[in-house]
Nanobody
Framework: QVQLVESGGALVQAGDSLRLSCAAS????????MGWFRQAPGKERECVAT????????YYVDSVKGRFTISRDNAKNTVYLQMHSLKPEDTAVYYC????????????????WGQGTQVTVSS
């Protein structure tokens, strides 16, 4: 059983940067693909970025390419989402998730989820 705890959400202004962190426990971290998902009010949850177990392969949704970077530190059992040039449309609850495989991009592959952290971007 993997437990995930996100942190770093905040209220920021458009154009600001923010880094989210997700600390994992309860499993061999490097064996899990990790992902960041977000859900805005009234919208379905979407995959923002994923990273494979080794940290060598990443995926980004088109709307965040060039602005967000996912990374992981397997020694610290932590995955990060660095966000730059934030826009009001990035406002959402951001969730960290883990997939029990070394690479995953489909939401259905992610078995473990954190409680979410709120990111609000004001214009």
């Amino acid at each position: 059983q993997v437990q995930l705890v996100e942190s770093g959400g905040a209220l920021v202004q458009a154009g600001d940067s923010l880094r989210l962190s997700c600390a994992a426990s309860g499993g061999t971290f490097s064996r899990y693909a990790m992902g960041w998902f977000r859900q805005a009010p009234g919208k379905e949850r979407e995959c923002v970025a994923t990273i494979n177990g080794r940290g060598s392969t990443t995926y980004y949704v088109d709307s965040v390419k060039g602005r967000f970077t996912i990374s992981r530190d397997n020694a610290k059992n932590t995955v990060y989402l660095q966000m730059h040039s934030l826009k009001p449309e990035d406002t959402a609850v951001y969730y960290c998730a883990a997939a029990p495989r070394t690479i995953a991009t489909m939401e259905s592959s992610f078995t473990y989820w954190g409680q979410g952290t709120q990111v609000t971007v004001s214009s």
